[in-house]
T-cell receptor, first 112, second 113 residues
Framework: SQQGEEDPQALSIQEGENATMNCSYK?????LQWYRQNSGRGLVHLIL?????REKHSGRLRVTLDTSKKSSSLLITASRAADTASYFC????????????FGQGTTLQVKP | DGGITQSPKYLFRKEGQNVTLSCEQN?????MYWYRQDPGQGLRLIYY???????QKGDIAEGYSVSREKKESFPLTVTSAQKNPTAFYLC????????????FGQGTRLTVV
C-alpha cells in the first residue's frame, strides 16, 4: 500500500538554486521522515517531524508538515552538486499497522 | 564504529536456490527491518522484528523468511518460492519500531542468473 507519494518524480536544477520536494500521504500519522539515497547505496536519515510540529530545520534543509492537507515539503537551500540523490519521505501510520511506509522518491540532479 | 552491516554486497543466485542475506547491527537497536527496492521505486517492507525471537510479515513477505535469534542479527532468506527475486535489498534498524530514525545498511544487490 502506498502511503507517501513524492512530487515531482524528478527535478533538475543548477547549483546554488533551491530545491523543493513534496510528499502527500493518505492516513493519519505519528511522524514523517525524510531520507536521502545516493545511487546504489543505503538510505540516510535527514529529518523526522512529528505530527504536532509544523516546521523543522537542519542546516540547509527545511521541512514543513501540514496535517490538514496531509502533505509535507522538503526544501534544500543553496543546493550543491553533492546534493544529487534520491529523496524519500516515509510515514508511520497512527493506525493499527504503524508500519513505516516509503514513497517512490524524488530524484534530484544538481548541475555544477 | 557503530553501524549496520549487510553482506554480501552483490549476490548471484541460480533459479531454484535459496540464498541468505546477512544483516548485523551493533547499535543496540531493538527493531530491525528488511526492505526490497526495485529500480526507480520506493522501498517495500518484507519483514520486521520489534524484539528478539519475534518478527512479523510486511507487505511482500511471500517467498522470504527471517529469523531473529540474536538482537544484533536479522538474516533474510530468499527462497525458491520467490518468483522474481532480482532486486536491491536493504536492512535497517531503529530504537523503536517505526517511531524513530532508521539506520540503513549499504544494501545487497541480488541477481538471479
Amino acid at each position: 500500500s502506498q502511503q507517501g507519494e513524492e512530487d515531482p518524480q524528478a527535478l533538475s536544477i543548477q547549483e546554488g538554486e533551491n530545491a523543493t520536494m513534496n510528499c502527500s500521504y493518505k492516513t493519519s500519522i505519528n511522524n514523517l521522515q525524510w531520507y536521502r539515497q545516493n545511487s546504489g547505496r543505503g538510505l540516510v536519515h535527514l529529518i523526522l517531524i512529528r505530527s504536532n510540529e509544523r516546521e523543522k530545520h537542519s542546516g540547509r534543509l527545511r521541512v514543513t508538515l501540514d496535517t490538514s492537507k496531509k502533505s509535507s515539503s522538503l526544501l534544500i537551500t543553496a543546493s550543491r552538486a553533492a546534493d544529487t540523490a534520491s529523496y524519500f519521505c516515509a510515514t508511520d501510520s497512527s493506525g493499527n499497522t504503524g508500519k513505516l511506509i516509503f514513497g517512490q522518491g524524488t530524484t534530484l540532479q544538481v548541475k555544477p | 564504529d557503530g553501524g549496520i552491516t549487510q553482506s554480501p554486497k552483490y549476490l548471484f543466485r541460480k533459479e531454484g536456490q535459496n540464498v541468505t542475506l546477512s544483516c548485523e547491527q551493533n547499535l543496540n537497536h531493538d527493531a530491525m527491518y528488511w526492505y526490497r527496492q526495485d529500480p526507480g521505486q520506493g522501498l517495500r517492507l518484507i519483514y520486521y522484528s520489534q524484539i528478539v525471537n519475534d518478527f512479523q510479515k510486511g507487505d511482500i513477505a511471500e517467498g522470504y523468511s527471517v529469523s531473529r535469534e540474536k538482537k544484533e542479527s536479522f538474516p533474510l532468506t530468499v527462497t525458491s518460492a520467490q518468483k522474481n527475486p532480482t532486486a536491491f535489498y536493504l536492512c535497517a534498524s531503529s530504537l523503536a519500531a517505526f517511531r524513530s530514525e532508521a539506520f540503513f545498511g549499504q544494501g545487497t544487490r541480488l541477481t538471479v542468473v
